[in-house]
């Protein structure tokens, strides 16, 4: 089986994060389940088991569910002043799921931009002569 030359192609990064595709051909699929990757694309054969999008995407998620969502759950609170338990319970499930699906966009798109630089991990093993 022949694995394709990373970056062989210049397709916009950010744009296949965000739709979940292979950084490689644009067609496969990058996700196989919520937040986990495929091991390889169906369409092209890339190898994805060897990729990391690191802890880069979690940075992200936290400073634009801090900076947006957060602040719109204590304006609902102090404007409205329902139950604390009725604020936790609606702001609490609406923070923890746009916190999985921005998880989701992150990851793609930090993934494919380091498939794109073929960046990756440094292993002790590279330093090894």
Known sequence: MI???????????????????????????????????????????????DEDAGDGP????????????????????????????VTMLLWGTIIILASLWLLRLMRGVMFNIAWQRKAREVRLEDFKQ
């Open 3 to 49: 694995t394709p030359r990373r970056g062989r192609r210049r397709l916009p990064p950010v744009q296949t994060g965000l739709s979940g595709r292979c950084p490689e051909c644009g067609e496969g699929r990058l996700f196989k389940a919520l937040l986990s990757f495929q091991d390889s694309c169906a369409a092209c054969s890339a190898d994805f088991r």
């Open 58 to 85: 979690a940075i992200f998620v936290i400073f634009i569910v801090g900076i947006f969502i957060v602040p719109m759950a204590l304006a609902f609170h102090m404007l409205l002043d329902p139950p604390m338990v």
